[in-house]
């Protein structure tokens, strides 16, 4: 319940401001750092860094010396490993690229 909870409500806030053409702000910089802590412990594609905007953030995924970097938006990103609709936009290696598409998380 904290965990989905709190994703949840996030995930909600920036429905609505998409929605309604209105700036999303966050304030929670946790909530981001928690799901990619959840994509990291069940991460099975290439070594790599995720760079994150909105906010900033620097994670590496996989096991050994990252093969690629990654950049992208949170919000996208979150939006994205959530399975709503769209495809964020993200650059940096292809394949790396390719498995952070394929990747979900449970919101």
């Known amino acids: 319940m904290d965990v989905l909870s709190n994703r949840d409500t996030w995930m909600h806030r920036l429905e609505i ?3 309604t053409g209105r700036p999303f702000r966050g304030g929670d910089d946790g ?8 994509l990291a412990q069940e991460w ?9 905007t909105e906010p900033d953030g620097q994670w590496r995924l996989g096991d050994g010396e990252p093969v690629a970097r990654v950049r992208t938006s949170a919000i996208d990103y979150l939006w994205h490993l959530s399975g709503r609709p769209g495809e964020p936009h993200l650059e940096g290696d292809p394949a790396a690229v390719e498995a952070l598409l394929a990747a979900r998380v449970v919101f």
Do not use: I, S
């Open 44 to 52: 099975t594609g290439p070594p790599l860094v995720l760079e994150l």
């Open 31 to 38: 909530v981001v750092a928690q799901v990619v802590r959840d």
């Open 17 to 19: 401001a998409r929605a």
